[in-house]
Nanobody, 128 residues
Framework: QVQLVESGGGSVQAGGSLRLSCAVS???????VGWFRQAPGKEREGVAA??????DYADSVKDRFTISQDSTKNTLYLRLNNLKPEDTAMYYC????????????????????????WGQGTQVTVSS
C-alpha cells in the first residue's frame, strides 16, 4: 500500500509559477509515479510521469512543467511555469503498484487507470 499527500496548489495569474509537492509513504525506486489533473466536466488526464530519472510529459505541458523527485525524502515535485488559464484543475499525484516497468506515456488514453494509488488532490487556479 502506498499513500500520497499533495501540497502546494494555489491561485496565480497567467504567466505565473507554482511548485506542487507529493509526499510518498513508500520508496519510489523503480516505481512509476506521476501527476494527473482533472478540470470540472473533463476526464482526468496525465500530465507528467517519472521512473527513476526518466521523465515524460503530456504535449500540453511540455517545456512548461518539470517533474522531479527527491528519493531521500520520498517526495515527488511538479514545477509549473508559464501557467495558462487552461491549466486550472485539481492536480493529483499517483503511483503504480508494480516495481520495475517504466512509466506509460502521459498522453496515452486511459493512462490514469494504470495507477491504483492516489493522493487527495491540490487545486491550481490560473486567472487571465
Amino acid at each position: 500500500q502506498v499513500q500520497l499527500v499533495e501540497s502546494g496548489g494555489g491561485s496565480v495569474q497567467a504567466g505565473g509559477s507554482l511548485r506542487l509537492s507529493c509526499a510518498v509513504s513508500g520508496s519510489t525506486y523503480r516505481r512509476c509515479v506521476g501527476w494527473f489533473r482533472q478540470a470540472p466536466g473533463k476526464e482526468r488526464e496525465g500530465v507528467a510521469a517519472i521512473w527513476n530519472v526518466i521523465t515524460d510529459y503530456a504535449d500540453s505541458v511540455k517545456d512548461r512543467f518539470t517533474i522531479s523527485q527527491d528519493s531521500t525524502k520520498n517526495t515527488l515535485y511538479l514545477r509549473l511555469n508559464n501557467l495558462k488559464p487552461e491549466d486550472t484543475a485539481m492536480y493529483y499525484c499517483a503511483a503504480r503498484n508494480i516495481i520495475g516497468p517504466m512509466c506509460p506515456h502521459p498522453n496515452d488514453s486511459g493512462v490514469h487507470s494504470l495507477f491504483p494509488y492516489w493522493g487527495q488532490g491540490t487545486q491550481v487556479t490560473v486567472s487571465s
